[in-house]
């Protein structure tokens, strides 16, 4: 299967990304966590993939994405998220009807999805990463426990666009950020990776 969660992780954080503008991202990296004017009551979702994030936002050029955070955040909390997600598309090997699907998608607090993963072009890749939409009592813990750390790296993004622009390989590798596969508990596993993938 090409759906693998891969991260930058160490044995109690991993790191995921986020774009959004100036007045959220200045107050955010101040406070070390998200606060007015973000909002709460609505999904927000992280992604552990930095080349994916790129493509999201066009390397940091589209309106309310000029700026990325990277977050560290608990393990714990990571996992405590994936396994109380529901896979944004039906997945018939796992719900008998669309009815039952929809009941879940919509009670739970996270939803994940798998969109194909981005090279340094930015081109689909044949592996899939993953966003984790985060809403109600996911965000708030996020929020509130989860964070440990988060950091502006909107400039290491430019630079390495630069660095892929002009063709220095070197100067590429040098720079992005080294993804390993995340090692997810089985059972976790068992519930995100979806049988038959949505294209």
């Given amino acids: 299967m090409n759906e693998k969660v891969r991260a930058v992780f160490t044995d109690d ?3 995921v990304y986020q774009a959004y503008p100036a ?3 200045a107050p955010a990296l101040d406070a070390g966590t998200f606060v007015d004017p973000f909002r709460r009551a609505r999904m927000t979702w992280i992604k552990p993939s930095f080349l994916w994030m790129m493509y999201r936002s066009g390397w ?16 714990e909390g990571f996992e405590w998220a994936l ?3 529901c896979l944004s598309h039906f997945d018939r090997t796992r719900f008998g009807t669309k009815a039952e699907w929809r009941a879940e998608l919509e009670s ?4 994940v999805q798998w969109d194909p993963d981005r090279d340094t072009g930015l081109n689909a890749l044949s592996r ?3 966003q984790v939409g985060l809403s109600g009592e996911a965000v708030d813990r ?4 989860w964070i440990v750390g988060m950091t502006d790296v909107t400039g290491m993004a430019g630079d390495i666009r630069r660095a892929v622009r002009g063709g220095d390989d070197e100067e590429v590798a040098a720079l992005l950020p080294v993804e390993r596969e995340y090692p997810l ?7 995100i990776v979806p049988t038959r993938v949505a294209v």
Avoid: F, N
């Fill in 13 to 15: 954080t991993i790191t």
């Fill in 60 to 75: 940091a050029t589209k309106p309310d994405q000029e700026r990325i955070l990277s977050i560290e955040i608990t393990r």
């Fill in 185 to 191: 508990p089985a059972a976790v596993r068992e519930r």
């Fill in 108 to 111: 739970s607090p996270v939803r």
């Fill in 83 to 85: 396994s109380r997600a």
């Fill in 128 to 130: 899939r990463a993953i």
């Fill in 142 to 145: 996020y929020l509130d426990e």
């Fill in 23 to 25: 007045r959220i991202a």
